[in-house]
């Protein structure tokens, strides 16, 4: 390397850096002082940052940084902030009855708001993020209820759930007529019929509504009475409306039959705080479907 | 212009002379005159207005604030005097904005770069911290003379620096404080701010302003205007050759001479430029330029050297105007020996008075005409309908309501669209159940969750048009918003 100090350019009178290309030198002009120290300002800058903050990954954690900082904490005492803040209304939340919250308009917001994100946490899976059900699993939107649909009865429907094993949750199934020999196949497939004739839809031919109605009769009615207008007492739902849990196809209407039906509700007192489920309530009832 | 150039040509000054050439600091001159009567009357007005704006008052009733000009950020509305705007009126500024930008192109059709040189806040601000500086230090002369002085600092001398930089600080602090005002009721502010009570937030914005107006209007200065603003570089795009810019009529002012030789050289009969370089017009600018060497980007048409020469041209018993707001054009038609010709209007300038005033009544006919009561719908996604167990289907949907009035109000709603469908609000119990009535608070929006039912029969089984009307049962008031009714 040639000492490119001593290469003046004519014209500028500046030293060249020695590269020559085609005849063209290229002038020696050095970067500034100044953005020079701030290069290496910056470099020191995130040597200090390596050691004050949390940096490296290691195999099970990270480096903690001198502080022990972490943004996760930072999130937890944000969130008792909230809390904090929140608490009077929640406080309100939890004192006023049912009704009450409905009628005022800032409860019923507060309710409303606090009540989705919940559901959207712990109900959504099931029940769908906008409570649309699904095969099995109830649509919250419309005005049929299995276990009713006051608020009181859809607040005791999330408190205890149904099936759920707590001690007041909502009890009785669908028994499994044919696999436990109750009735004969024929006879699930006439009683299958039956069900479709009480909500109009069509039936197979050589159905006998006679055979139909004593099947119906002896085995059915204990628990969807005797028009097939179910009991929300027991969970029966109503066979007579337009509302299918399952289906209303004589295929599906067999099924369920003969293997019976026991969909799980779970319990979420004691999961969720009081005024929580009170919340969500308001919520479900809101949807559109509440009595 | 692709000259070659020979390298043997340069002279030094070329090969050495860095690109950075090192700030000539200005000292302006007084002056009395025209226009600078008029750049006085300006600042008065301009700087009346921002500072003392925010202690007007104007009565909007109970509960709601009472200061004329109010930007309420926590609550997100906009007063001013008798208009109240929403954040879904934002346009409104868009507006605003498109006229106040048409008309800078307007004005700098009209007279070059008008607007810094009366109007623009740095020159504003700059122009009364000169005039502080000349009050305590002394004119041109004597300013120059204590800079360049080398002899130690006396006690009269540190004093008058000291003092020149306190009121500096204290017209920069009140300019802080000012904007702050903007923001909050002004008297309960103040006295905030003097009890050491008010949010930090204030303080912070404080401090911003009065560093930013002490440094730009007491260090930066004309600096600002010629490296930092962009509109210098913009306005040059704008302009045309009609525009009347502060010009150096050559065409008269050549040959100079002093007042002497002139006066000799004219006894005998012979041709004399009026100009008799006295340098006036060089001390009083404010940007430190000769406008002798013609239009530069420097110039901020503020007019003072036109005071300054006229000035002059009246003691010497010349004709005023030497300098003055003119165009090239002119020059030529006078060389020529016709008579100058001033074309405001012209193509350029009634094109963009055009779009002011089409902007600008646009703005203030929607502006009058505007709702003070409105409605937005928006359908449920999740599920957008459902079946009910007697097989009818039910559409929900969010209403919101927006009462921008100053009183509460009590509507009704009514739905159309789907045959024998009825509506519900949830949570409402109206003794009306087939049109629910609401009341919404003044100056407040209500959600609410409202829901559409209809059989099946005699409905079409795809998307069908609803219309929500909205009506002041009092006033008679009425809003509607359309949205669509669909089956599973």
Aim: net charge neutral.
């Amino acid at each position: 390397m040639t000492d490119h100090h001593s290469d003046i350019d004519s014209v500028t009178g500046k030293s060249t850096t020695g590269h020559e290309w085609d005849g063209i030198k290229e002038l020696n002009t050095p970067l500034p002082r100044w953005w020079v120290i701030t290069f290496y300002l910056t470099i020191v800058w995130a040597i200090a940052y390596w050691v004050v903050y949390p940096a490296w990954p290691l195999i099970s954690s990270n480096t903690t940084g001198m502080f022990g900082y972490s943004s996760r904490a930072d999130v937890a005492v944000e969130l008792a902030n909230l809390d904090k803040i929140r608490g009077d209304k929640m406080v309100a939340l939890g004192a006023a009855s049912l009704a009450d919250i409905e009628k005022d308009p800032a409860l019923l917001a507060l309710a409303r708001a606090k009540g989705k994100t919940v559901f959207g946490d712990n109900c959504a899976p099931c029940h769908g993020s906008g409570g649309a059900g699904a095969k099995g699993f109830p649509n919250l939107n419309d005005d049929d209820w299995l276990w009713g649909g006051t608020l009181d009865q859809i607040m005791q429907t999330i408190q205890f759930g149904a099936r759920s094993g707590h001690a007041k949750a909502h009890e009785g199934q669908m028994l499994a007529f044919g696999k436990d020999g109750v009735l004969k196949g024929d006879e699930i497939v006439t009683a299958a019929n039956y069900v479709r004739s009480l909500s109009g839809l069509s039936t197979r031919n050589g159905f006998d509504p006679a055979k139909g109605q004593k099947i119906f009769a002896e085995n059915c009615v204990a628990c969807h009475g005797d028009g097939g207008k179910g009991n929300q007492e027991m969970g029966a739902p109503d066979l007579t409306d337009k509302i299918w849990l399952y289906g209303s196809d004589e295929a599906t209407l067999i099924e369920t039959i003969s293997q019976g039906r026991a969909g799980v509700m779970p319990a979420w007192e004691g999961r969720l705080d009081p005024a929580t489920i009170k919340a969500m309530a308001v919520y479900v009832h809101s949807l559109g479907g509440g009595k | 212009m692709n000259k070659t150039v020979n390298p043997n040509d340069l002279t030094l000054e070329d090969d050495n002379g860095p690109l950075y050439a090192a700030r000539k600091k200005v000292y302006p001159q007084s002056i009395s005159g025209t226009f600078r009567r008029i750049k006085w009357g300006l600042m008065a007005f301009c700087l009346g207005v921002y500072y003392f704006l925010p202690f007007v008052r104007w009565n909007r009733g109970l509960g709601a604030p009472s200061q004329a000009v109010l930007i309420d950020l926590p609550n997100s509305r906009f007063y001013f005097f008798f208009i109240e705007l929403w954040p879904q009126e934002v346009y409104y500024f868009t507006g605003l904005l498109i006229v106040a930008a048409v008309a800078l192109f307007l004005m700098n059709s009209v007279g070059g770069r008008i607007w810094c040189g009366y109007l623009c806040p740095q020159t504003v601000w700059t122009d009364l911290f000169y005039a502080v500086e000349r009050l305590i230090e002394g004119d041109r002369r004597e300013r120059m003379k204590k800079d360049k002085s080398s002899d130690p600092m006396r006690l009269e001398r540190i004093s008058e620096i000291v003092l020149k930089h306190s009121i500096w600080l204290l017209i920069a602090w009140w300019t802080g404080g000012a904007w702050v005002l903007y923001f909050n009721d002004a008297p309960t502010l103040v006295k905030e701010l003097v009890t050491f009570q008010a949010p930090m937030i204030a303080y912070i914005w404080i401090g911003i302003l009065t560093a930013t107006t002490y440094v730009l209007a007491g260090f930066m200065r004309e600096q600002v205007c010629t490296y930092m603003c962009p509109w210098p570089r913009i306005q040059a795009a704008l302009t045309d050759e009609w525009a009347l810019n502060v010009t150096y009529r050559y065409d008269r002012g050549e040959k100079r001479t002093s007042v002497k030789k002139a006066a000799e050289l004219r006894a005998l009969g012979q041709q004399v430029g009026d100009c008799v370089d006295c340098y006036q017009c060089v001390a009083v600018c404010p940007t430190g330029i000769d406008i002798r060497n013609g239009p530069q980007l420097e110039c901020i048409q503020c007019g003072l050297c036109i005071d300054a020469c006229d000035n002059v041209m009246t003691k010497i018993g010349r004709p005023k105007r030497l300098i003055g707001y003119d165009n090239d054009i002119n020059i030529q038609r006078r060389q020529d020996g016709k008579a100058p010709v001033y074309k405001i209007v012209r193509a350029r300038t009634v094109v963009y008075s055009a779009i002011i005033a089409a902007i600008g009544g646009f703005m203030i006919y929607t502006l009058a005409t505007r709702s003070l009561l409105d409605v937005n719908v928006l359908h449920d996604r999740n599920p957008v309908a459902v079946r009910l167990s007697d097989g009818s289907i039910r559409n929900a949907y969010t209403v919101r309501l927006l009462n921008k009035s100053g009183y509460d109000r009590v509507v009704a709603i009514d739905a159309n669209g789907p045959a024998n469908l009825t509506i519900h609000v949830v949570g409402v119990d109206s003794v009306t159940p087939d049109r629910p009535m609401i009341v919404i608070p003044r100056d407040s929006t209500s959600e609410l969750r409202l829901l559409v039912t209809a059989p099946a029969e005699g409905n079409p089984e795809k998307s069908i048009p609803v219309r929500f009307h909205v009506t002041d049962i009092g006033l008679g008031e009425a809003a509607s918003a359309t949205d669509n009714f669909v089956s599973p």
